[in-house]
């Protein structure tokens, strides 16, 4: 596969048509970024980042359950593009797109996104409709197989950049103990253990290396705690700038007192995992240390899921819609309509400050991957994200009115989800209630 060198100076992009709180409103103000010619960070890559920074698809109309959102999104199913086809860009067998879209722009202006399997690799290239897959394995947990190593089959979940050159990355790691005979391979489920690390890049994302400190969140029990069911930290969004940081949601699923659901987590500094805390009784007040350290009090480590009304499901991509200032969630999820009939397929909802949720309501109709018995519905969806390739953002994290969704679609093998799987890309637009 064509691995696309670093550019001295930034080309002309390409646009997607061309090619086919009173406290919380003002924490989570966006954060104003530096200009293009000024995102080199004073002092080099190592300088401590604190405080504000200088085809089958129905489009939805489903109702909202929490109150309408305050922007409305709708998808031109029509205007299709693959970014990744795995018959034609895969580097091995199980090369597949197994989180949502995750991008930004290094310092010489390439794309890098990441949307990979536990052998992380990036699609490269001077724009979206560019974008090439390499073959270039950047990051790839040790597979330990244990839980207390936080160092297990590990994912590149998140990714932002102040300078293009220091690239941090949150990571999903899963200990998953059937493997070691734990669990019998068909309750596999019962000994999952998931935590979010940390990894970090100095040359633009070319390779990346393990934090230290390493772990960025973890349930206040150990793996053999939560045996007989899936428990942990999963699947973080990108991260955002907000006011004094930085901010992500990650899905929380665990024992009581912990409730399930999507917790809101920020820092002041990308370069200490350790200083990541999530919300909890109206302040970011709240770790989620190393239980392997010593005994925990699990009361004393929850987090407060975020608006379970709106944001029913994991929470896969926020993004913020510059001209409103609304942020905007995408999730996957089924729920009844107004008729009472199921309807599955990506759903959003919007916020003014990250706290306080309006939705969901339907914005793609597709069948789901993790769905359906005895056999997964053919040509399903999932891992959706906005993204706008023609955001000014490094971190592509601002929306104009047309930006684009992404999602993983599936091919089935047999009457299973297997590798075959293509990332898509389709236009939205948006507008206001």
Same mark, same amino acid.
């Given at each position: 596969?064509?691995?696309?060198?670093?550019?001295?100076?930034?080309?002309?992009?390409?646009?997607?048509?061309?090619?086919?709180?009173?406290?919380?409103?003002?924490?989570?103000?966006?954060?104003?970024?530096? %200009?293009?010619?000024?995102?080199?960070?004073?002092?080099?890559?190592?300088?401590?980042?604190?405080?504000?920074?200088?085809?089958?698809?129905?489009?939805?109309?489903?109702?909202?359950?929490?109150?309408?959102?305050?922007?409305?999104?709708?998808?031109?199913?029509?205007?299709?593009?693959?970014?990744?086809?795995?018959?034609?860009?895969?580097?091995?067998?199980?090369?597949?797109?197994?989180? =949502? %879209?995750?991008?930004?722009?290094?310092?010489?202006?390439?794309?890098?996104?990441?949307?990979?399997?536990?052998?992380?690799?990036?699609?490269?290239?001077?724009?979206?409709?560019?974008?090439?897959?390499?073959?270039?394995?950047?990051?790839?947990?040790?597979?330990?197989?244990? =839980?207390?190593?936080?160092?297990?089959?590990?994912?590149?979940?998140?990714?932002?950049?102040?300078?293009?050159?220091?690239?941090? #990355?949150?990571?999903?790691?899963?200990?998953?103990?059937?493997?070691?005979?734990? &669990? #019998?391979?068909?309750?596999?489920?019962?000994?999952?253990?998931?935590?979010?690390?940390?990894?970090?890049?100095?040359?633009?994302?070319?390779?990346?290396?393990?934090?230290?400190?390493?772990?960025?969140? #973890?349930?206040?029990?150990?793996?053999? /705690?939560?045996?007989?069911?899936?428990?942990?930290?999963?699947?973080?969004?990108?991260?955002?700038?907000?006011?004094?940081?930085?901010?992500?949601?990650?899905?929380?699923?665990?024992?009581? =007192?912990?409730? %399930?659901?999507?917790?809101?987590?920020?820092?002041?500094?990308?370069?200490?995992?350790?200083?990541?805390?999530?919300?909890?009784?109206?302040?970011?007040?709240?770790?989620?240390?190393?239980?392997?350290?010593?005994?925990?009090?699990?009361?004393?480590?929850?987090?407060?899921?975020?608006?379970?009304?709106?944001?029913?499901?994991?929470?896969? %991509?926020?993004?913020?819609? /510059?001209?409103?200032?609304?942020?905007?969630?995408?999730?996957?999820?089924?729920?009844?309509?107004?008729?009472?009939?199921?309807?599955?397929?990506?759903?959003?909802?919007?916020?003014?400050?990250?706290?306080?949720?309006?939705?969901?309501?339907? +914005? +793609?109709?597709?069948?789901?991957?993790?769905?359906?018995?005895?056999?997964?519905?053919?040509?399903?969806?999932?891992?959706?994200?906005?993204?706008?390739?023609?955001?000014?953002?490094?971190?592509?994290?601002? +929306?104009?009115?047309?930006?684009?969704?992404?999602?993983?679609?599936?091919?089935?093998?047999? &009457? /299973?989800?297997?590798?075959?799987?293509?990332?898509?890309?389709?236009?939205?637009?948006?507008?206001?209630?």
């Amino acid at each position: 596969m064509t691995v696309l060198p670093g550019r001295a100076v930034e080309p002309p992009r390409r646009t997607f048509d061309e090619k086919w709180h009173e406290g919380s409103k003002a924490l989570f103000k966006k954060a104003t970024l530096p %200009s293009s010619a000024s995102r080199t960070a004073p002092g080099g890559p190592s300088r401590v980042l604190r405080g504000t920074l200088a085809a089958g698809l129905t489009v939805g109309a489903g109702a909202a359950t929490a109150g309408e959102p305050a922007l409305t999104l709708t998808v031109d199913p029509g205007r299709e593009r693959l970014l990744f086809r795995h018959e034609r860009d895969a580097c091995e067998t199980w090369d597949i797109p197994d989180t =949502p %879209s995750r991008a930004y722009r290094d310092a010489a202006g390439t794309i890098h996104l990441f949307q990979s399997h536990h052998r992380a690799r990036s699609l490269e290239g001077p724009d979206f409709a560019s974008l090439a897959h390499s073959c270039t394995v950047v990051f790839e947990g040790r597979q330990r197989d244990d =839980p207390a190593s936080f160092d297990n089959a590990s994912w590149i979940a998140s990714t932002f950049t102040t300078d293009g050159r220091t690239v941090h #990355a949150v990571v999903h790691d899963e200990y998953r103990g059937h493997r070691l005979g734990a &669990c #019998a391979p068909r309750d596999a489920a019962a000994c999952w253990y998931n935590a979010l690390t940390a990894a970090v890049s100095t040359d633009g994302g070319a390779s990346f290396r393990p934090a230290e400190p390493r772990l960025v969140a #973890a349930l206040p029990r150990r793996a053999e /705690e939560t045996r007989g069911a899936q428990a942990g930290v999963f699947e973080p969004t990108n991260i955002v700038a907000v006011t004094g940081g930085f901010a992500m949601m990650a899905n929380v699923v665990a024992p009581a =007192p912990q409730r %399930s659901g999507n917790c809101l987590l920020r820092t002041d500094d990308l370069t200490d995992a350790s200083r990541w805390r999530a919300w909890a009784s109206g302040a970011f007040a709240t770790r989620l240390p190393d239980p392997y350290a010593g005994d925990l009090d699990p009361a004393a480590h929850v987090c407060d899921p975020i608006d379970p009304a709106a944001l029913p499901w994991p929470v896969t %991509s926020l993004t913020r819609h /510059e001209a409103s200032g609304q942020w905007i969630a995408t999730m996957k999820g089924r729920r009844a309509d107004g008729d009472g009939v199921e309807r599955t397929g990506i759903f959003y909802a919007t916020s003014p400050d990250l706290l306080h949720w309006q939705g969901p309501a339907l +914005l +793609l109709e597709a069948p789901l991957m993790g769905s359906g018995t005895p056999c997964a519905p053919e040509r399903p969806i999932g891992y959706p994200a906005l993204v706008d390739p023609e955001s000014s953002d490094r971190n592509f994290t601002t +929306l104009g009115d047309r930006p684009a969704l992404t999602f993983v679609r599936a091919q089935l093998d047999g &009457c /299973e989800v297997g590798p075959d799987r293509d990332i898509v890309m389709v236009q939205v637009r948006i507008g206001r209630r």
